[in-house]
Each structure stands twice: as C-alpha cells, then as structure tokens.
C-alpha cells in the first residue's frame, strides 16, 4: 500500500458557524410554572368558562413568548456574520476575540460604548466582541452571545481572512 501525500489527507477547512441561541430546559420548565401558578389564580375555583380559560389562554401564550426568546441564531457564511437579522460583512472585521463570563460583563459594563451594537442573552455565558473598522458606520464592535464563543470567533477570523 503506498502512503498517502500529505496534500490529499487535509480537509479543506470549514469556515461556517451556525448557533441558536435557544433558551435552556430549566427555563421552559419555569415559565410554564409561572403559567401555572397565574392560571390557577385567575380560576380561583370558578366553574364555567372562567375555570379552564386561563389555562387554555396562558399556556400556549407562554410557549411562544419562549419560543420568541430562544429564536436568535448566529451564523457565518457566504462572507458574512448574520445575528438574527443583522448581517455584517467580514471584510469590515478587525479583530473578533472570545470572551467569557467575566470578559463580557466587562465589556457590556459601565465602560461600555452606546454605539456598540448587542445581541445579549443572560442564560447563554459566553460572547464574542467583534472589532470593526468600517468608515462609514459609527459602530465601534458588535458583541454577541454564543455558547462557543472560541469556534465563533475562529469562525469570523477565517472568513475574513478567505475574503
């Protein structure tokens, strides 16, 4: 069997992201809680339709409002960072640097800058801080939550360096 060149063994790199920033377990679990618990007061042991509308009303209300929460995604591809329905393109990427919990709270902080552009989630920890240098656009840096902020950011340097 004759070895393999090395030129055929490496994959071509994988330059794509996509993340949704999707609410976890616990949370649905307490909203329906809090649905439950509102419902039931509204009831109050009535009879009729003052029993059961609150529960059939507050329940699928609650579902959607999660759902609407958790509807964020994050994703690089055809040269761009697409946050939802915010599209930058890579070109205009300076520097995209992976932050941790405490590194984020820093950067959305006191010292932070109101031009900033901030797609935050509280229950996703960690976020990437996306330097630009666009003169046409005053915003400084995008900050962005992802759960994979290193994969995100390597994700952003690779298409901006293949761009």
């Given amino acids: 069997m004759a070895p393999r060149s090395s030129e055929s063994a490496v994959a ?31 009831w109050l042991g009535s009879t009729g339709v003052r029993a059961w509308l609150p529960f059939v009303i507050l329940f699928p209300l609650t579902a959607v409002g ?14 761009e960072l697409l946050v939802d329905d915010a599209r930058l393109p890579v070109e205009f990427v ?14 959305l ?21 996306v330097v630009l240098d666009d003169p046409a656009d005053p915003t ?15 994700a952003i340097m690779a298409a901006r360096d293949s761009a």
Avoid: K, N
């Fill in 12 to 42: 071509p790199a994988h330059t794509g992201y996509t993340e949704r920033l999707s609410l976890p377990w616990w949370l649905w679990l307490a909203g329906a809680a809090v649905a439950g618990l509102l419902a039931a007061e509204l």
């Fill in 66 to 79: 999660l759902g609407w929460l958790g509807r964020i995604r994050v994703a690089v591809r055809d040269r």
């Fill in 94 to 107: 300076t520097d995209a640097i992976a932050l941790d919990v405490a590194g984020r709270r820093e950067v």
């Fill in 140 to 154: 400084p840096y995008w900050v962005v939550s992802s759960r994979h902020p290193v994969r995100l950011a390597e």
């Fill in 109 to 129: 902080g006191v010292g932070a800058d109101p031009l900033a552009f901030v797609v935050q989630r509280p229950w996703v920890p960690g976020a990437v801080q």
